[in-house]
């Protein structure tokens, strides 16, 4: 773990500077006299999930759909299972060059290790992050909440140096979490997406609060919003929606953004 947050470190201090490589020549290797270290094509067919130790931010997973994309993607929603899940419970947000790169499980590090390669390489005019839930339910192992931060702040410091447009998505709400049942995240999901919208601000990005549309008084999600209490179900995705579409809409219009 301590290597894998040597990466991210290294990755939050290069985030803070444009990227000028889009336009460098593709690198060619030797082949190696042996299928290993570093290969053309690394990903099995399809997107198979490698083992954890050998694809950690499961790489994989989007490679061979980036490359068939015929045209740069208007909008990308990237995140954990509650973007994922989105895409069938809502196909119609997913219409007219708006793509979906969620990933079940994943924590901010794995989604910041993702980042160039599924959304600062497809050049969209406006990306949708939405990341936090498996942070707090330590999914990847322990972290703080510098950490969680930091991420986003790499994420937005890359974003913003290519030109692409910051849609910031809350945490959505939620009591407990059923594969970490001794974990109480109400009141912490609260701190979080406090931090989350006055950085949106201060950065000039759009915060998207579907915790305020999903929540009941206790911070749990509203009756008919989530089967399990933490992944929303076709209702809960409905009531999320018009604020999606009203964040990408503002993201779109904000000032002094240069769309490549």
């Known amino acids: 773990m301590k290597a894998v947050r040597g990466v991210l470190i290294a990755a939050g201090l290069l985030a803070a500077m444009p990227v000028h490589a889009q336009g460098a020549a593709t690198i060619t290797l030797p082949a190696n006299t042996a299928p290993e270290g570093m290969v053309e094509q690394p990903c099995p067919e399809g997107s198979a999930r490698l083992q954890p130790q050998a694809d950690w931010a499961w790489l994989c997973r989007y490679q061979a759909q980036n ?12 995140g954990d299972s509650i973007t994922e899940f989105w895409l069938p419970k809502s196909p119609a947000l997913f219409a007219g060059g708006t793509i979906d790169r969620g990933i079940s499980g994943q ?10 390669q599924d959304v600062i390489a497809l050049r969209p005019r406006v990306v949708h992050i939405m990341i936090g ?6 999914n990847t192992g322990l972290n703080s909440p510098e950490e969680f931060t930091n991420n986003i702040k790499a994420m937005t ?3 913003q140096a290519n030109g692409i447009a ?17 974990l109480t995240p109400a009141a912490q999901i609260v701190v979080l997406n406090r931090w989350l919208a006055d950085f949106a601000k201060a950065r000039g990005a759009v915060f ?4 305020a549309v999903l929540a009941d008084e206790q911070g749990a999600m ?11 179900t076709a209702a809960g995705y409905a009531a999320m ?14 000032p002094g953004k240069q769309r490549r």
């Open 133 to 138: 839930t498996n942070d707090l339910a330590g």
């Open 241 to 254: 929606e018009p604020v999606a579409r009203k964040a990408i809409a503002e993201a779109l219009r904000l």
């Open 107 to 116: 924590t901010s590090p794995q989604i910041l290790l993702r980042f160039y």
């Open 208 to 211: 998207a609060d579907y915790y």
């Open 157 to 159: 410091d890359l974003a």
């Open 67 to 78: 490359r068939l994309l015929g045209s740069r993607p208007r909008v990308v929603f990237i």
């Open 222 to 232: 509203k009756p008919g919003f989530s089967g399990d209490g933490v992944h929303p």
């Open 166 to 182: 910051m849609a910031i998505g809350s945490i959505p709400p939620a009591t407990r979490f059923p594969w970490k049942p001794a």
